[in-house]
Antibody, heavy 119, light 107 residues
Framework: EVQLVESGGGLVQPGGSLRLSCAASGFTFSSYAMSWVRQAPGKGLEWVSAISGTGVSTYYADSVKGRFTISRDKSKNTLYLQMNSLRAEDTAVYYCAVGGISYYYMDVWGKGTTVTVSS | DIQMTQSPSSLSASVGDRVTITCRAS??????LNWYQQNPGKAPKLLIYVATNLQSGVPSRFSGSASGTDFTLTISSLQPEDVATYYC?????????FGQGTKVEIK
């Protein structure tokens, strides 16, 4: 069974850092681009970042560029999102998904992990 | 960035009604348009990919169509389990962008 499990969310102060993880199983992880999508409380979906299967190509939303870094570890079948200089507006549920870049849709999603940025 | 405009933002229809949701792109996106369904507190679920392709396991009452920069999601016969928020999303160019969502309720 294809499965994605996010972890690493929590409460962090403005200006702080957090690293999210997404453990993948049930498919050949390195063959697929992966994405992060977030949803602020009561709001719609916002694509955050994507990474190619090889990890060579990465893309970011303007709202997080320069603060967030997406990466992946083939040996651990895990996707990461390093989030620095966090702001209140980064408060959201963060989902990882299979898809992105030249894989033109996101067909498998994790259940999400909640990030709250507050003092 | 490509802007995706969905309409309506919400709708209420009766069980068995035909429901249509529209999404308009601010520029050409070819057919790179996907539709997702999201129930409250749950992750999004892919319904339609690349404008007209039904994702495996999705009921056939869901369908997608395209005309230029206008895209449509149709539910041919609304069922109680279809109560959800629906989002369109373009994958033509980065950054990928979503529509603002359409909340569907039962009348």
């Amino acid at each position: 069974e294809v499965q994605l499990v996010e972890s690493g969310g929590g409460l962090v102060q403005p200006g702080g850092s957090l690293r999210l993880s997404c453990a993948a199983s049930g498919f050949t992880f390195s063959s697929y681009a992966m994405s992060w999508v977030r949803q602020a409380p009561g709001k719609g979906l916002e694509w955050v970042s994507a990474i190619s299967g090889t990890g060579v190509s990465t893309y970011y939303a303007d709202s997080v560029k320069g603060r967030f870094t997406i990466s992946r570890d083939k040996s651990k079948n895990t996707l990461y999102l390093q989030m620095n200089s966090l702001r209140a507006e980064d408060t959201a549920v963060y989902y990882c998904a299979v898809g992105g870049i030249s894989y033109y849709y996101m067909d498998v999603w994790g259940k999400g992990t909640t990030v709250t940025v507050s003092s | 960035d490509i802007q995706m405009t969905q309409s309506p933002s919400s709708l209420s229809a009766s069980v068995g009604d035909r429901v249509t949701i529209t999404c308009r792109a601010s520029q050409t996106i070819s057919s790179y348009l996907n539709w997702y369904q999201q129930n409250p507190g749950k992750a999004p679920k892919l319904l339609i990919y690349v404008a007209t392709n039904l994702q495996s396991g999705v009921p056939s009452r869901f369908s997608g169509s395209a005309s230029g920069t206008d895209f449509t999601l149709t539910i041919s016969s609304l069922q109680p389990e279809d109560v959800a928020t629906y989002y369109c999303q373009q994958s033509y160019s980065n950054p990928w962008t979503f529509g603002q969502g359409t909340k569907v309720e039962i009348k």
